[in-house]
């Protein structure tokens, strides 16, 4: 049961993240401002301040133009005090990198592939993750918490992963951040892939406004969702929430991998595309894809940039599922920003100009259109996230992570 009262020590640790929060998207604000956005008043600030910057969590960056043209201390975090390491766990892949609180990557990412994320496999990458985490501390001695983005079905309240066990039949949760907290001396959270990809792109990729609603779609091999809003990802009561590739788009219509029929995952992931060429392509042999044998995603993606009608068509054609489904989300979201990420993005304008078409005749005139936009597909949102949850921590914990010791 979550407990919602307040102790003194929890209430300073509060005021503390609000404070850090402000000064991480506000750099150089001043003590005034702080005062002014938080409403604690400027005695507290004031002590507030004093315990941050003894304990070298903020520096004063000199004087700045403050509220009605006054002369005031500047205040900025002390970014290069502090670091995080970023895991993201995929079904086929490990990937481990250290970042600062900027969302800047050090060093190199290391990298590691795998049959699928078995049982065994699980228990590897955990004895892999534990080993990287030591050698990045070694290195980099300001690393204050360990972020893990992992694919779904996620518990997030326990970390555990659904992975397959008996070849690919059966499938058991495993308790990844119980096995990783086991090996790893330092505080270690979890979350979805989706989630981690939404709130990476909102503290890194945007200007962190706390008033924006925003909605990622992380559109892959899979399709998986995450929604941010006033800074806090949207979880539901077991982490499920904003699972956009299991939302029905076509009622009683396809079949999904989750047992379900008619899902967005079934029309729009990538893995969806390629199962459509091959169902389309014997009646189009002029298709530049035609007797290719197996294709892929990138070959209809390629084929789609040279103009052939069959690659723009099956790409369009996911992107008319993808905008029914965000006809359906946005009245629920009213987001300011959908951003579509990973494999999909390839798409394009062709991906984008299907979802306008069901957009433009089906949205309610109540509802203002959100922005649109692909991600960079090379830009890897959900390893980056994975370091944003750690920092997320990192500022809602601040009394335990940016100064141990300090009551
Ligand atoms: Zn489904």
Redesign the pocket.
Known sequence: MDKNGKNLDDLQDLNRSSVIRHLAMHEGCSRVELAKVTGLKQASITKIMRALVENGVVAETGFTEGLKGRRSIGLSLNYSKYMVIGVKVAWERLSIGVFDLCGRVYGDIFTCSFDYLDLANAESAVALIAQYVEKFKARHPGVIAVGVAAPGPLHRGEGSVYVTADGREGRVYFPFLKKIRERVALPVVIDHDANAGALGYWWFRTNCDARMALLYLLASEGIGGGVVSKGQIITGQRGHSAEM??MIVEFGGRK??????G????YASSIAVEKRAHRVLPEHPGSALAGKGRVGVADVFSAMRRGDEVAVGLVREAGVHMGRGFASLIPIFDPDLIVIGDLMAYGGDVLLAGIDEVLGRSLSRFYKKPRIVLADPGDDLVLLGSAAIAIDYAYSHPTELLMPGVS
């Open positions: 590739g299991h999904c991998v989750c047992g379900g029929r899902c967005l995952d079934a």
